[in-house]
Nanobody
Framework: QVQLAESGGGLAQAGGSLRLSCAAS????????MGWFRQAPGKEREFVARIFRDGSSTYYSDSVKGRFTISRDNAKNTVFLQMNSLKPEDAAVYYC????????????????WGQGTQVTVSS
C-alpha cells in the first residue's frame, strides 16, 4: 500500500511561482512511477508531469512544458513540482499520482492518488 500526501498549494499571482511536494510512504519513490495531475472545475483530470522510476527522465504536458519542473529527493522520499510563470489557466486541484506496476501517463494508469492540493492563480 502506498500513501501520498501533498502540500504546498495556495494562492499565487500570474507570473509567480509555487512548489508542490508529495511525500510518499509505504514504498520508496525510486520504485514507483510518479507524477502530477490536475483537475479544474468542470473539467477532466489531466496529466501534468511524470518522472521515470530511475529518475533519468521527465515528461510534461505541452501546456506546462518549459514552466514546470518535476523532481524528487530519494532521501526524503518526496516528489516535487516546481511551477513557474503561473497562468490563471493553471488554477486547479493538483494531485500526486503513483503506480507500482504501471506508468502514470494517464489517469487510468494511476494506482494511488494523493488527497489533492488547491492551486489558485490570480490575474
Amino acid at each position: 500500500q502506498v500513501q501520498l500526501a501533498e502540500s504546498g498549494g495556495g494562492l499565487a499571482q500570474a507570473g509567480g511561482s509555487l512548489r508542490l511536494s508529495c511525500a510518499a510512504s509505504g514504498r520508496t519513490v525510486s520504485s514507483l512511477s510518479m507524477g502530477w495531475f490536475r483537475q479544474a472545475p468542470g473539467k477532466e483530470r489531466e496529466f501534468v508531469a511524470r518522472i521515470f522510476r530511475d529518475g533519468s527522465s521527465t515528461y510534461y504536458s505541452d501546456s506546462v512544458k518549459g514552466r514546470f519542473t518535476i523532481s524528487r529527493d530519494n532521501a526524503k522520499n518526496t516528489v516535487f513540482l516546481q511551477m513557474n510563470s503561473l497562468k490563471p489557466e493553471d488554477a486547479a486541484v493538483y494531485y500526486c499520482a503513483a503506480s507500482i506496476s504501471r506508468v502514470v501517463s494517464t489517469a487510468t494508469q494511476v494506482e494511488y492518488w494523493g488527497q489533492g492540493t488547491q492551486v489558485t492563480v490570480s490575474s
